[in-house]
C-alpha cells in the first residue's frame, strides 16, 4: 500500500493550463476506474473536485478535468485562477482500502 | 445537509491511547460509509481505515493493523476512532469523511480534529 506518486509542485500564470500526474500501479490506478481528487486550502478540510476518474461533483467548474491511462491518473486545471492556488490529493480505490497521493502544491504565479 | 461534527483537540502521551469520535447528521447514519484520514503537520492525507456503519465491518491501512480500531454507535449516529500505542509521529489533524459505498469517492468532511503527542 505505497502511496501514489505526485510532483512535488507545479505552477502556471492566471489563464493557463496545468496537468497533475499521479502515479500508482495495477492494484490500483489501473486497477479501478476510481480516482478522485482534492483540492485543500491551508487549515481547511479536503474538498473532492473529481471522483470516478472523470466526473464532476455539483458546484465545482468544469474548468477542472480528469483522465487516466493506464497506471497514472491526471488532473488538468484550465483557465487557471488565483484561488486555484491550493494542495491537490489524488486518492485511488485499491480492493478494501484507499490509496492517496503524497499531494501537489498548485502555485498560481 | 450532511454534517460530520468531530470532538475536541487532544493532548496525549507517548504510549497512551486517543478516541476521536465523529457525529453524523443529515442523512441515514447506516446509509454511508466511514472513513478515517489523517494529516500530519505539513504533511499529505493518509487514509486510515473505512467502517460500514450498518453492520460495523471494517478495513485498515497495514500501517495501522494492530493499533487502530474503528467501532460506532448507531444509537447516536456517532463513528469513533481509537489509535493506540500514541508516539510523537501520531500527531496529527484526524478527519472523519463518508462515502456512499466501500468503493466509491469520499465527499462529505469533518472539520479535523487534533492530536498532539507529546512527553
Known amino acids: 500500500q505505497s502511496a501514489l506518486t505526485q510532483p512535488r509542485s507545479v505552477s502556471g500564470s492566471p489563464g493557463q493550463s496545468v496537468t497533475i500526474s499521479c502515479t500508482g500501479t495495477s492494484s490500483d490506478v489501473g486497477g479501478y476506474n476510481y480516482v478522485s481528487w482534492y483540492q485543500q486550502h491551508p487549515g481547511k478540510a479536503p474538498k473532492l473536485i473529481i471522483y470516478d476518474v472523470s466526473e464532476w461533483p455539483s458546484g465545482v467548474p468544469d474548468r477542472f478535468s480528469g483522465s487516466k491511462s493506464g497506471n497514472t491518473a491526471s488532473l488538468t486545471i484550465s483557465g487557471l485562477q488565483a484561488e486555484d492556488e491550493a494542495d491537490y490529493y489524488c486518492c485511488s480505490y485499491a480492493g478494501s482500502v484507499r490509496v492517496f497521493g503524497g499531494g501537489t502544491k498548485l502555485t498560481v504565479l | 445537509q450532511v454534517q460530520l461534527v468531530q470532538s475536541g483537540a487532544e493532548v496525549k502521551k507517548p504510549g497512551a491511547s486517543v478516541e476521536v469520535s465523529c457525529k453524523a447528521s443529515g442523512y441515514t447514519f447506516t446509509n454511508y460509509y466511514m472513513h478515517w484520514v489523517r494529516q500530519a503537520p505539513g504533511q499529505g492525507l493518509e487514509w486510515m481505515g473505512i467502517?460500514?456503519?450498518?453492520?460495523?465491518?471494517?478495513s485498515y491501512a497495514q500501517k495501522f493493523q494492530g493499533r487502530v480500531t474503528m467501532t460506532r454507535d448507531t444509537s447516536t449516529s456517532t463513528v469513533y476512532m481509537d489509535l493506540s500505542s500514541l508516539r510523537s509521529e501520531d500527531t496529527a489533524v484526524y478527519y472523519c469523511?463518508?462515502?456512499?459505498?466501500?468503493?466509491?469517492?469520499?465527499?462529505?468532511w469533518g472539520q479535523g480534529t487534533l492530536v498532539t503527542v507529546s512527553s
Open positions: 469523511a463518508s462515502s456512499s459505498t466501500w468503493s466509491a469517492k469520499i465527499d462529505y
Open positions: 467502517i460500514n456503519p450498518s453492520g460495523g465491518t471494517t
